[in-house]
């Protein structure tokens, strides 16, 4: 019987597992495009950007993402903004992700030797040219490691949309235990599924990591 119930709703899984992954991917890529905005606004000069920067990721890391998903999808209809469930819970995650993004990204920039931007400042470069051509590139590639850690806690808190009413995997763990009371087989399976979406993310960053490491940063695996 409980085999059945996995066999039998095997659709419902996979219509699951792959918004679950849709979710994740796009608000990944929100968080990493607003965490290099954020990330280079953390160490800016100008004080009014350092300070909207570092506002924006100590409010979106020191509350839940639980509610950082009810204002977006409650509370901005009440000032006008209506938005789809699942716009809002990609946002929601996005949003809150770029905060953490951001962090990891200014440890990279920062984590880069002085030494490289005062020689790309020596050459006749501006400040912006060399963040964009030297310190970026070279900070992008060492922060692959915390950036797998981040996107992995994604994809897992990525089941906390299910709360608005998106059919992603938890939601669909959720009404098949309403209709069959096998929470353990229900859940166990979904806990794998979930095992299975980060253990290959895991991997495939892996291999990323490997590909584009900087000779002589870190040891070589």
């Given amino acids: 019987m409980a085999l059945d119930i996995i066999t039998n709703n095997l659709g419902f899984f996979w219509k699951g597992a792959l918004l679950t992954l849709e979710i994740s991917l796009c608000a990944i890529a929100i968080g990493f495009a607003l965490g290099i905005l954020m990330g280079l606004g953390r160490i800016s000069r100008i004080l009014p950007i350092r300070l909207i920067s570092t506002g924006y990721v100590e409010a979106l890391r020191g509350t839940p993402l639980l509610i950082q998903i009810f204002i977006i999808y409650f509370g901005l209809p009440s000032v006008g903004l209506v938005l789809d469930p699942l716009v809002s819970g990609i946002l929601a995650v996005g949003l809150n992700s770029a905060a953490y993004q951001a962090e990891?990204?200014?440890?990279?920039?920062?984590?880069?030797?002085?030494?490289?931007?005062?020689?790309?400042?020596?050459?006749?470069?501006?400040?912006?040219?060399?963040?964009r051509h030297v310190i970026l590139p070279q900070a992008l590639r060492l922060i692959i490691p915390p950036m797998t850690?981040?996107?992995?806690?994604?994809?897992?808190?990525?089941?906390?949309?299910?709360?608005?009413?998106?059919?992603?995997?938890?939601?669909?763990?959720?009404?098949?235990?309403?209709?069959?009371?096998?929470?353990?087989?229900?859940?166990?399976?979904?806990?794998?599924?979930?095992?299975?979406?980060?253990y290959a993310t895991s991997k495939i960053m892996r291999r990323v990591e490997k590909k584009f490491r900087i000779p002589g940063y870190g040891a070589e695996a």
């Fill in 104 to 131: 990891i990204i200014r440890g990279g920039i920062q984590s880069v030797p002085k030494g490289q931007l005062e020689a790309a400042r020596s050459i006749g470069m501006t400040y912006t040219q060399s963040m």
């Fill in 149 to 198: 850690n981040e996107f992995i806690i994604l994809i897992k808190d990525s089941s906390l949309v299910s709360a608005i009413g998106i059919w992603e995997l938890t939601l669909v763990g959720k009404e098949l235990n309403a209709k069959y009371f096998e929470p353990f087989t229900v859940f166990i399976f979904i806990a794998i599924v979930y095992f299975i979406m980060t």
